[in-house]
């Protein structure tokens, strides 16, 4: 049995291979269903969700298999890779567009200087 935190906050329970989420906190206990829609699968747990109390009616339906879960953890993984970069990219593409307007005004302000410089020549 493993607890965890599920997407929008709320809490998990995982057994055998079956998740489900915590619906309803009595006093003495705290009562699991399946995630899976329209399964009538049910945990009772005691309140400190350290034992298994009651196990309600059987899932219609298959565990979820380890695979799934590999494939799921790495497309995640791939998804923060993929958002790692384009921030990198994004952050990199700044800092050039910053150089290149360095170098613009550095441009701007040897032209002026050298027109300067040959205005005071032309004087002369």
Same mark, same amino acid.
């Given at each position: ?25 009595? /006093? +003495? ?12 699968? &049910? =945990?009772?747990?005691?309140?400190? !969700? *350290? ?27 791939? /998804? +923060? ?12 593409? &700044? =800092?050039?567009?910053?150089?290149? !307007? *360095? ?22």
């Amino acid at each position: 049995m493993e607890l965890f935190v599920m997407e929008r906050g709320n809490k998990g329970l995982r057994f055998n291979n079956y998740t489900y989420r915590l619906v309803e906190v009595n /006093k +003495k206990s705290k009562r699991f269903w399946c995630t899976k829609k329209d399964c009538p699968a &049910s =945990l009772l747990t005691d309140c400190n !969700e *350290q034992n298994i109390v009651k196990i309600g009616k059987p899932h219609n339906h298959e565990a979820p298999s380890t695979h799934a879960k590999e494939r799921i953890s790495s497309q995640c993984t791939e /998804k +923060k890779k993929s958002i790692k970069k384009s921030f990198f990219e994004e952050y990199h593409s &700044s =800092l050039y567009h910053q150089k290149c !307007e *360095q170098l613009f005004y550095q441009d701007i302000i040897l032209s002026f200087i050298t027109f300067l410089i040959s205005a005071m020549c032309n004087q002369e």
